[in-house]
Each structure stands twice: as C-alpha cells, then as structure tokens.
Nanobody, 115 residues
Framework: QVQLVESGGGLVQPGGSLKLSCAAS????????MGWYRQAPGKQRELVAS???????NYDDSVKGRFTISRANAKDTVYLQMDVLRPEDTAVYYC?????????WGQGTQVTVSS
C-alpha cells in the first residue's frame, strides 16, 4: 500500500518561511519523480516543483528563487523549502510520486500566508 504523508503546513506572515515534508512508503522511492502541487480555492491544481530520482529539479516560474525542492532518498522523504512567502502562495499543497503511468497523491497540507 502506497502512502504519501505531508507535514509542515500552517499559517505564516508574508515574507516568512515554511518547510514541507512528505514521507513515502510502499514504493521504491529512489526511482520515482517526486513533486509538490498546490490548489487554491476555485483554482486548478498546479505543479509547483518536481525533482527526479537523480536530483534534477524544476520549478514553476511563480516560485523560482523562493522555493527549493530536495529529497533524501535514504529517508524516502521529499521536502519543499518555501521562503519569501506571499499571500498568493496560500493553497493546499499536495505531494506526488510519479513513474511512467503510476501516479500517487498525499492527502494535502494547508499553507496560509496572511498578516
């Protein structure tokens, strides 16, 4: 049984930082591309950042220079360091594991950026 469990969300003021974690189980973690998506109220889910098993990362233009995705294959965990947060970053953030036609999702963690 595949499980992706996110943690680290919360309420933060504009300009602040949060670090999200996603612990995976039930998959051979190192061969999966891991991603972070987000979904704001009334909007479609969008890809924020992804990282291959070898460590190559990609980012949406809206978060480049502010967010950093990383992974610890020995811990089956992927991270999203979010700095200089803006109100428009407010959303539910979802962890995703992808390999070919296989797609798995976590349950999501709420991030709210507000003063």
């Amino acid at each position: 049984q595949v499980q992706l469990v996110e943690s680290g969300g919360g309420l933060v003021q504009p300009g602040g930082s949060l670090k999200l974690s996603c612990a995976a189980s039930g998959i051979i973690f190192g061969i999966y591309t891991m991603g972070w998506y987000r979904q704001a109220p009334g909007k479609q889910r969008e890809l924020v950042a992804s990282i291959t098993g070898g460590g190559s990362a990609n980012y949406d233009d809206s978060v480049k220079g502010r967010f950093t995705i990383s992974r610890a294959n020995a811990k089956d965990t992927v991270y999203l360091q979010m700095d200089v947060l803006r109100p428009e970053d407010t959303a539910v953030y979802y962890c995703n594991a992808r390999r070919m036609t296989l797609f798995y999702w976590g349950q999501g963690t709420q991030v709210t950026v507000s003063s």
